[in-house]
């Protein structure tokens, strides 16, 4: 059986080296290597969710009247896009499964990547021969984050209608240029036209799945072409690769990650609800509501915006720059900008052009480690700094003290944690140092004796 | 028929059965003991894994389930986790967990320099190799900006006067949310409302206003404006300056000393803006005040417009006036 369709195979499409070749590609192993893989399956689990999503959701700003069975929303006025998606909660069966485990497959895709981009910055797998992979890695974080926006956006509930018009506010901050994107995008002030909602559609649901999709592909090629990195072990060298064989070895086990994200997301998707857009409530331009929030990829972006001083670049009495360019374009761009020129600036800095396929520890690139973590607590400050009216909401800590805290923290920890961090590591190469040395003279006590 | 059972239920399940073993050749994977045990373990799971999956579609089925949602999306995550159990097991107790290596792929010097040799030969019939560049580059960009350029069918590119467009005029009345006239009398200190323009489109930026009333003895409106406030009763459009969300929140009482002033604040970033001082910037990122409405009362108690806004509506874009700029 085995052997007749091989054959088949190799019969029709001469495939049968590649097919060996492929079934003994070797895998190094390490628990860090699995992020990418989650955010692979959580992909595989937006699709296949979305598409079912797509047979009921309704993309149109048409405003019809509510007469489901929710009872709160009754006779409302609502866009048959918000309509459609009560009704996927509410009465298709398993709508609400389906819808649920959509979001939290965003929300777990973005985290992933994120985490998986943080796993290659602190151990180098983006330097030669990987900077490529890297930089298409970076393309589809900026992709999933839009995507993720556009999802929610979709919907047409009060925090989607908040969520585009601070969309729409910052593609009007755009110096030169904002007034017009916003005309070519929305067709008229906001909430612009009803044909917004379709154009939000075709790029949430073709566009840029295909995109990213098309990006996933040419990722693993790369990746396959230049082969893992690994950390070194025992046999490992720059030269060779060690590690498990596709098959038998790797297949069960990445299986076991596929199911296992599988499981967690329909788990979260069924018993942990999310974005119940039923209590958030039709959109509508006059209305707004206080601790609102977005999802968790978004929050770095309110949290710019928020801490942002209220100045405007102002020649005269015209207004040059608004401020929602800064927190709202300008830094996602010096985010971003920042991941994209890191390899080559650290081929510069370092100057070293060699390949290397051997990862570091963090520990032993004690500035690279230093100035990564130092980058990312000024981003994680930033959107720490987004929740703070949460805080206020809940705890009644002063919103405008907060603001202020958090302008001078945003600087200050960045700052605290690079001097911090370029000691911890070489405390700790220090230490094993020192380790070293004592087991050395341990043993040359032991001879001796 | 009993034997026939025994026979179907032996070629099912028997083991043993005549596998064909590629005999006289070397092994590839390297050879491992039988683990029953996990075998076990493993059928088990797959078994737990079907029955949930069952489970799913007997939930799916049943009508009025309470917490259906719940159990169909506990029934579906089981099934994974159980099937993703398995694997697990297989892959580490089943399978042989070996240690390959292979080379890291080579370089190809020699081929880079064929392709490059390739390339420039190609070339060599051509004698003005600049120009055709310069021109091929020229047809090249023409085309594309020509490609992309049915794009600009999305929406009046150049065409910015729409932001200026309000359906405030002089004499048009305020209404309520159910299309009531807001009467003076009706706005009380202390709270605030939304108001619309009577029979307008409610969802366009100009439209919706927020209106409040303070002690006339607080407000300090710039000069220009006297007379835009009777009764103390001042009106702002709703559309925050910065970003577009609606202003939904009004800091009134305060909380001295700490807030000492009355403001309204958009929820979204929290843009401050003074009531009293003719919705000046006073905390929060936004860089342009809030447009002030003029209004008056009419005969019959009711609250009109005095005249448009004071400023342009909505988000800032460049090229917008700071001050002033009626639309």
Known sequence: MIRRVVRFLDERSGGAPFIR????????????????????????????????????????????????????????????????????????????????THHWAADVFVAAIVLHLLRIFFTGAFRKPRDLTYYVGVTMLGLALLEGYLGYSMVDDLLSGMGLAIGYGVVMSIPFVGANLAQLIWGDPYPGRHEFESRMYAFHVLLLPLLIA????????????????????????????????????????????????????FLLGGLVQINPIWEWGPYHLSQATNGAQPDWYLGWLIGALRLMPNFDVTIGNYTLVPNAFWGGAAFPMVVF????????????????????????????????????????????????????????????VSYSGQIWAYRVLVWVLPAVALVLTKRICDELVRSEDVERERRAAEAEAQALA | MKRWLVAAIVLLLGRGRGRARLRGRERIVPPGFPDRRAENVVLVLFVCAAACAVGFVVVYALEDVPSQTQYLGLSLGLAFAFIAAACMVFAKRLVVTEEADEEYGPTHPEEQENVEQLVRESGDRVTRRRLLVLAGGAAGTALGIALVTPAASLGPLLDVSSFYRTPWRRGVRLVDELGRPLTADDVEEDTFYTAYPERAD??????????????????????????????????????????????ALYRKPTFPPVEPRPALICPCHYSTFDPAAGGKVIFGPAGRNLPQLPLLVDGSGNLRAGGNFSGPVGPSWWGVRKHGARP
């Not at chain 1, 051997?358 to 720490?384: E, H, K, Q, Y």
Request: with cysteine; aromatic share 14%.
């Open chain 2, 202 to 247: 409610r969802e366009q930026m100009g439209a919706p206003l927020v209106v409040v009333r303070l002690k006339p003895v607080e407000l300090h409106l710039p000069d220009d404006r006297r007379g835009w406030a009777p009764d103390g009763i001042v009106a702002y459009s709703k559309i925050c300056t910065h970003a577009g969300c609606a202003i």
């Open chain 1, 214 to 265: 098309t990006l996933i592909a040419l990722h693993l090629v790369l990746v396959a072409a230049r082969h893992h990195t690994q950390f070194r072990r025992s046999r490992e060298t720059e030269r060779r690769v060690v590690g498990i064989p596709t098959f038998p070895g790797y297949v069960p086990r990445t299986f076991g990650v596929m199911f296992a994200v599988f499981a967690v997301l």
């Open chain 1, 21 to 100: 070749k492929s079934l003994r590609y070797v895998f190094p192993d390490h628990w860090s290597f699995l992020l990418g893989e989650v955010a692979l399956y959580s992909f595989v689990v937006l699709v296949l969710s979305g598409i079912y999503l797509t047979l009921f959701f309704e993309p149109s700003l048409v405003q019809v009247h509510y007469h489901g069975p929710y009872v709160p929303l009754q006779g409302r006025e609502m866009s048959e896009a918000y309509k459609s998606a009560v009704d996927i909660s509410y009465q298709v069966k398993a709508g609400l499964l389906i819808r649920q």
């Open chain 1, 337 to 396: 900008l920042v991941l994209y020129l890191w390899p080559s600036l650290e081929r510069r800095l370092t100057s070293d052009y060699a390949f290397h396929n051997l990862l570091n520890r963090p520990r032993d690139t004690p500035w690279r480690t230093a100035i990564g973590v130092a980058f990312f607590t000024w981003v994680f400050m930033v959107f720490v700094a987004g929740a703070s009216d949460r805080l206020f909401v809940l705890f009644a």
